[in-house]
């Protein structure tokens, strides 16, 4: 059985891509990749059509949060927030690249998911204010 992750338009960091005058198009593995990307880049509740959408970490970075307990509600809201996904089997584990600096506003994660298709997808995204 093959699963279909659907179609969307192509996005290179946030602006649509043209070839040739026409709107490039992802599908597959690669359109869940960004749709996943794009559910972690948007702010929780800020999609007036879906206001359950997004990653909800603005309060983590403002509050007086040690280190560890920041990176622990980080990771909760990644994998409440990725397991939402209908493609998204499981999230397997959620990894702080460089979140050793207290004072860094923005660290980069890297979260390994199974698909729905059984499949490994490794996203890396930098989370931050």
Do not use: H
Request: aromatic share 6%; glycine share 8%; no cysteine.
């Amino acid at each position: 059985m093959t699963t279909s992750f659907g179609r969307s338009l192509l996005l290179d960091d946030g602006d649509l891509v043209v070839t040739a005058g026409q709107l490039r198009e992802v599908e597959s593995v690669a359109n869940l990749s960004q749709a996943l990307t794009l559910r972690v880049l948007t702010p929780f509740g800020s999609d007036p059509f879906n206001t359950g959408y997004g990653l909800d970490i603005g309060r983590i970075f403002t509050g007086p949060n040690p280190l560890s307990v920041a990176q622990q509600l980080v990771q909760l809201n990644l994998v409440r927030t990725l397991g939402t996904d209908p493609r998204v089997r499981d999230v397997r584990q959620v990894v702080f690249d460089d979140a050793q600096d207290q004072d860094r506003r923005v660290w980069t994660v890297r979260v390994e998911l199974d698909t729905v298709a059984g499949d490994p997808l490794t996203l890396l995204v930098d989370v931050g204010v």
